[in-house]
DNA sequence: GACCCAAATTTAAACGATTCACTTTCAAAC
DNA sequence: GTTTGAAAGTGAATCGTTTAAATTTGGGTC
């Protein structure tokens, strides 16, 4: 009981593969009456086509890769969705890979992606696979780096001013009329990190305020943020920081849920404010000042400028879109009297 | 430029194609110094297999397909975690595809994964597609089903005894003194839905107590957790109940949303109780007692069913592994006094 | 009735890896 | 010195679809 193949079909509807082709693929004129039968053909037997013959013979594959740092992360599942949603008006589908901010599982999913010739790829990189990039446009997938500004401007890009969503965020902070900061933030080597944390510095400097104390983070998620929360509380009370900027929402949480277990009050002694406004940090135990990315619009315009290129592929003009970051004040910078 | 091939590797290695490929697939003895040319060749030339050649011979491919109903709710990136930690185990690769609660979506991506002959499906179903599932099974794609307990047995599960897990909740709810219960859950025809509501009706007449009021929901999304609980806050006051039991977290974290909105403090005049235990429960405003699945674990136990079922297709011993749910206390329930 | 044209359909050649039946090689055994 | 057999390597056939060129069909025109 082999599965149907067009063969079958075409020998049930009495016409020749040629045809069954055609109907699949409306590539073609066919007579409505041939159609019809065929389609009789395909129900009667279930036929369903062979994804791996198209694409071996067309050379490419449907369907777009997305390559996010956290799955667990709400950020990057709303980036995902935006993209489901705009990739399913072109008729596309998506398949999602996690790279969980790990370089050697990065790569593991390119070489997947590159296998099976995606179509594209929307990527968050991690680990340093420009090169590997490259390669994969090269050969035919355009690639769209998303929350990323790429300086090379070799690809196209979506990505949200960090520095000056770091910078607004520090400015909160001044604001309220804090003065002893802290920056608690993942691996330096990511970008956004990076770029959050030099605008704080700028802000700071720029405001003659006290230096910023750094506090450096393994990953972006939440059990980093409780670490790093319990080194502030380790130092000398002199020291310890009033106000704390964390590298994103997760990691917020994480310094939240440290501090509180401490008896710290938030925002009394110690006021907080995170990076993406994701759902659930505006309903956490205190509602957490965030600086909003809008992520689903991030996923949506990344695939636009990805099918910009699929359609175009000698397209050599890159775009970048930059979004303008947005605070978002609650209760953890701001006591409710 | 157009990519090498097998061929090319040949001819520049000094080999044949087969030997090639028994290199690439470690299928048969090959000398270490042959091995060693061709692989060298592989780096020159950058080759990638084709996974489409590859797949289109060999008739399955090396991925494994897995559709949650919401991307969004952590509970399921949690399952599609521990499956893919499995999974990497086994070298090979997850797929991810979200239904978003959407019978029409489910149906679409249950084309892809059939289109790409993906070698097992993991899948929390939607809607009705238990023959699509059978199908895809018979064509030797194994389908191992998610947090659902299949009566038909007809295939092997992975899932957590729902109704007991809403007796769990009720019974805590009835035993901190509260009388005036309200489910409140996402669509009826949702399996888990089902069981959690029956289970909470059952401990209902097992404790002789007042039925449970039932609010029906279109999804088990936090919207529509703030919709059901300003069906509530509309009651008349004798009416009000002052507990609800939410079908999952997402509606919990909602229906705290609205009620605190409204002035109604939870736990004093409502309280609340989840199921999923996901992170952010725990840390929201109020932190929030729940059921806990151990998701993770359900991930990586419905990939072993599923590898096993691959090993071995010839399998009609389908297992089923129920998890116990737990309850877990915090503070909307019991005042911390 | 010969001719032309467009529409509909057919046919056969790809696409690139894997597989399996078949050589070749070479050392050990008699 | 012949035989044997295991190890290493070869290469043609194959998987199922798409596609482009070729062919058929059936009016419409003169």
Same mark, same amino acid.
Not at 1 to 17: F, I, Q
């Given at each position: 009981?082999?599965?149907?193949?067009?063969?079958?079909?075409?020998?049930?509807?009495?016409?020749?593969?040629g045809t069954v082709s055609n109907v699949l693929n409306q590539s073609k004129r066919v007579a409505p009456e041939?159609?019809?039968?065929?389609? &009789?053909?395909?129900?009667?037997?279930?036929?369903?086509?062979?994804?791996?013959?198209?694409?071996?013979?067309?050379?490419?594959?449907?369907?777009?890769?997305?390559?996010?740092?956290?799955?667990?992360?709400?950020?990057?599942?709303?980036?995902?969705?935006?993209?489901?949603?705009?990739?399913?008006?072109h008729g596309r589908s998506l398949i999602l890979g996690n790279s969980g901010e790990d370089s050697a599982r990065?790569?593991?999913?390119?070489?997947?992606?590159?296998?099976?010739?995606?179509?594209?790829?929307?990527?968050?990189?991690?680990?340093?696979? !420009?090169?590997?990039?490259?390669?994969?446009?090269?050969?035919?997938?355009?690639?769209?780096?998303?929350?990323?500004?790429?300086?090379?401007?070799?690809?196209?890009?979506?990505?949200?001013? &960090?520095?000056?969503?770091?910078?607004?965020?520090?400015?909160?902070?001044?604001?309220?009329?804090?003065?002893?900061?802290?920056?608690? #933030?993942?691996?330096?080597?990511?970008?956004?990190?990076?770029?959050?944390?030099? #605008?704080?510095?700028?802000?700071?400097?720029?405001?003659?305020?006290?230096?910023?104390? @750094?506090?450096? !983070? &393994?990953?972006?998620?939440?059990?980093? #943020?409780?670490?790093?929360?319990?080194?502030?509380?380790?130092?000398?009370?002199?020291?310890?920081?009033?106000?704390?900027?964390?590298?994103?929402?997760?990691?917020?949480?994480?310094? !939240?849920?440290?501090?509180?277990?401490?008896?710290?009050?938030?925002?009394?002694?110690?006021?907080?404010?995170?990076?993406?406004?994701?759902?659930?940090?505006?309903?956490?135990?205190?509602?957490?000042?965030?600086?909003?990315?809008?992520?689903? *619009?991030?996923?949506?315009?990344?695939? *636009?400028?990805? @099918?910009?290129?699929?359609?175009?592929?000698?397209?050599?003009?890159?775009?970048h879109v930059v979004f303008q970051p947005e605070l978002v004040v609650r209760a953890s910078t701001v006591s409710? #009297?």
């Open positions: 009981m082999a599965a149907a193949n067009v063969r079958d079909v075409a020998a049930l509807a009495g016409v020749s593969v041939t159609a019809r039968r065929v389609h &009789d053909a395909i129900d009667k037997l279930g036929f369903i086509r062979n994804d791996a013959a198209r694409q071996l013979r067309v050379g490419q594959s449907r369907t777009v890769g997305i390559m996010v740092l956290d799955v667990s992360n709400p950020f990057f599942t709303d980036i995902a969705r935006g993209a489901e949603d705009a990739l399913s008006q990065e790569l593991s999913y390119l070489d997947l992606f590159e296998e099976q010739r995606v179509s594209g790829l929307l990527i968050t990189p991690v680990g340093n696979v !420009l090169s590997r990039l490259e390669r994969l446009r090269d050969r035919g997938s355009p690639v769209v780096l998303v929350d990323r500004h790429e300086n090379a401007r070799t690809f196209s890009s979506v990505s949200v001013d &960090d520095q000056r969503g770091g910078q607004l965020a520090v400015e909160h902070l001044l604001d309220v009329g804090r003065t002893k900061l802290a920056f608690v #933030g993942g691996p330096k080597a990511v970008l956004q990190v990076a770029d959050r944390s030099r #605008g704080a510095r700028d802000a700071i400097s720029e405001r003659g305020a006290r230096p910023i104390r @750094m506090v450096e !983070l &393994d990953t972006m998620r939440a059990d980093a #943020g409780r670490v790093g929360a319990e080194q502030l509380l380790a130092l000398a009370p002199a020291d310890r920081p009033d106000a704390v900027f964390a590298a994103n929402d997760l990691i917020a949480l994480g310094v !939240l849920q440290a501090l509180t277990h401490a008896g710290v009050r938030v925002p009394d002694d110690i006021a907080i404010i995170g990076y993406d406004d994701i759902y659930f940090a505006a309903n956490a135990a205190i509602p957490i000042t965030s600086i909003r990315q809008p992520a689903w *619009e991030m996923g949506r315009t990344a695939t *636009e400028l990805l @099918m910009a290129e699929i359609a175009d592929p000698g397209l050599r003009d890159y775009r409710p #009297g």
